[in-house]
């Protein structure tokens, strides 16, 4: 017997973070913050439980609104009428202050061509979405859901009549396609991915019928929605499967498959397919996003116009998005991006905004003719610094297993310093935590070791032997080398160059030499893979909501430090390195977590996983994140004073950047 699962989880619920706790039937129409539904004289809906409206006539009136540009394209032929373009029951979102006005170009910046963010933090579209401010998740791709009472099957309904931006409609059959062609390919899915393993089996995927799906797990998977409303289940509805069958081995012709592996001038199918879904490079994909690249990848400025079938209206049954188009100026770094916003040359953007730089937007904003926002993280902190545990040095990687090492460095840092140097006092110390209004959130695991004491820190690194010094007053490795890391960073989210520079001064008193030195992001990442570094820094994610997805406590993904660990655990043993101690008892702790359903218990093992980092300490964190800058012009409406900024809802998307809107006339 199954019961029907709402289509919002609340607060109380989203904290207990057990997908299936609450059941009842789900509201068609949502709000953009999660709130209370559309009106019910909303034109957008019928009634969720009533039977299907008739047909309309070809000269009744349409019940939607659409935007002057497309009802041009309508009227000369080039577009179906927006009744036909809509899904049977649209999704309804109530803006954040008014109704909005059609048209307008949103000017933003980016530092690269793929850092346009396109169908990611910018009009990215989930199965399910978080909230603005990440306590709720709501329907959105998937209309409503249903879970086993035993919570290993999950039954998800798309809308019917939903389409791709090509017109063509979007089904079970796409998702199935990611599943059985893409997930279960090997060249392209080496190792299947382990947020959709649960008790040592992956999920099976079933079709029910064209907008019904089943997703079958061999134990109960208490946290699958939450997981599934993050970036991991982004990927499941991007792939269009009638535009990418032509890319793949199965379904390609060969001749035709061989031709344009050449054109690309790639040697295996998968590298050519493996390019093809991506909304921020490849115009030609369709999309389901509010706006769809409509340039080269390479253009400047990188242009996105509004997509004709996007899915959602407003409740006056206004067809999303509001804006035309959206344009991006390409700029040489974090710095030149900083100072042409401090100018006025974006409408809204968060991205690359620094805090630092808050005097100086604060100072400009009259002349900008935009307002400052700053926006609560979700991130317990923006710099993780993280010691490489797998080193191919093995002089050093026996330092740095040894955890007096860590705590050394951690008392060594002189964190009310960075506080005022980079932060404007406006921090507190932290390790890599989580935050403060999680329900995990644990004090002493929190401000472990984030005392500044160089006299503790010299101790520890007595005790571990590392007493002799070179005439610089560095202190010598047991074969004789001066201690030094390599500290390399990426000068794009934090102002981690200062933080470097100030670390060098402090971790010289205990003996330690830093080496700190930028380099591009692509690079950084290759070397990271490559376990080539000493020392990185990146921004931790997610510690609003530890459980659905704790990287920055387990070696599961993306965690820095124990990146090897990693590789190893999601290759099932292929690659990196394999976790011992410690490393695999937070693992496992985890996996049990995954199938545990009492939110109680749930908690008392991820306090388990705080107990080991306390006193592992495999990452050393800094300081609490600052707020996150928001610039918008003052004509750009409908941005929330009080949304969440963190990768995993991909803020702002969780913000419903379609019902944001340029006001008429004002935009000058």
Avoid at 118 to 123: A, C, N, R, T, Y
Avoid at 168 to 185: H, I, K, R, S
Avoid at 298 to 325: C, M, T
Avoid at 455 to 480: C, K
């Amino acid at each position: 017997m199954q019961r029907r699962a709402r289509k919002t989880i609340s607060r109380r619920e989203f904290m207990r973070v057990s997908a299936f706790a609450a059941a009842g039937a789900v509201a068609v129409a949502c709000g953009a913050d999660g709130g209370p539904p559309a009106e019910d004289d909303a034109p957008a809906a019928a009634d969720a439980q009533g039977d299907e409206a008739p047909a309309e006539s070809a000269a009744a009136p349409s019940k939607y609104n659409e935007a002057p540009m497309l009802a041009e394209m309508v009227a000369n032929g080039q577009l179906p009428p927006v009744d036909e373009r809509l899904p049977l029951e649209p999704l309804v979102i109530t803006p954040e202050e008014e109704i909005g006005d059609y048209g307008g170009i949103w000017n933003r910046l980016a530092t690269s061509a793929s850092d346009n963010q396109l169908g990611g933090k910018v009009g990215g579209e989930h199965l399910v979405r978080y909230n603005k401010d990440g306590t709720q998740i709501n329907p959105n791709v998937f209309e409503s859901w249903e879970v086993s009472d035993d919570g290993t099957t999950f039954t998800f309904n798309l809308r019917p009549g939903m389409k791709w931006s090509d017109g063509e409609p979007y089904t079970a059959n796409d998702l199935l396609f990611y599943y059985e062609d893409v997930l279960l390919n090997e060249d392209l899915t080496p190792s299947f991915p382990n947020w959709l393993i649960v008790g040592g089996e992956p999920v099976v995927i079933s079709k029910l019928d064209d907008y019904t799906l089943e997703f079958k797990f061999a134990s109960p998977y208490a946290l699958f929605i939450n997981v599934l409303g993050s970036l991991w289940g982004d990927a499941f509805a991007r792939y269009c499967s009638h535009y990418l069958k032509q890319f793949h081995i199965n379904y390609a012709d060969e001749d035709e498959l061989e031709a344009m592996m050449d054109e690309a001038g790639v040697e295996h199918w998968y590298q050519l397919f493996g390019t093809k879904p991506d909304t921020r490079r490849n115009p030609d994909t369709p999309s389901y996003l509010p706006w769809n690249l409509s340039t080269p990848s390479h253009s400047d400025p990188l242009i996105a116009d509004r997509n004709a079938f996007y899915w959602k209206v407003d409740p006056e049954g206004n067809q999303l998005p509001y804006i035309d188009a959206i344009h991006w100026s390409l700029v040489d770094g974090k710095d030149q991006l900083n100072l042409r916003a401090i100018q006025g040359e974006v409408d809204m953007q968060l991205r690359h905004i620094t805090f630092d730089n808050v005097p100086l937007f604060m100072e400009n904003r009259e002349r900008g003719n935009y307002r400052v926002m700053l926006w609560n993280r979700g991130q317990v902190t923006d710099t993780v610094l993280h010691l490489n545990h797998t080193n191919k040095d093995p002089v050093l990687r026996e330092i740095v297993q040894d955890k007096r090492f860590r705590y050394a460095l951690s008392l060594g840092m002189n964190r009310a310093d960075i506080n005022e140097a980079v932060y404007l006092g406006q921090t507190e110390p932290t390790q890599v935590s989580p935050t403060r209004n999680s329900p995990v959130y644990w004090e002493p695991q929190a401000i472990s070791m984030t005392e500044y004491d160089p006299d503790r820190a010299n101790a520890y690194l007595d005790e571990m032997g590392l007493t002799e010094r070179d005439d610089e007053g560095y202190r010598l490795r047991p074969d004789g080398e001066r201690l030094s890391l390599v500290f390399e960073y990426v000068a794009i989210f934090a102002a981690w160059g200062d933080i470097a520079e100030l670390l060098t001064s402090q971790w010289k008193d205990i003996g330690l030499e830093l080496i700190s030195t930028e380099i591009d992001r692509s690079l950084f990442g290759q070397r990271l893979s490559a376990n080539e570094l000493d020392l990185g820094v990146w921004h931790s994610s997610g510690e609003w909501n530890p459980f659905i997805e704790p990287r920055s406590f387990v070696p599961i993904v993306n965690n820095y430090a124990l990146r090897q660990y990693a590789f190893y655990y999601n290759s099932g043993g292929k690659e990196g390195f394999e976790p011992t101690g410690d490393i695999l008892k937070a693992i496992e702790i985890w996996e049990e977590i995954k199938t545990t359903v009492d939110e109680e218990q749930q908690r008392a093992l991820f306090r388990q996983i705080l107990e080991l980092n306390m006193e592992n300490l495999w990452q050393i964190g800094v300081t609490t994140a600052p707020p996150q800058p928001v610039v918008v012009k003052n004509y750009f409406r409908n941005v929330p004073e009080d949304g969440m900024f963190d990768d995993q809802p991909r803020s702002p998307s969780n913000t419903a950047m379609e019902q944001y809107f340029i006001r008429a006339g004002e935009d000058t």
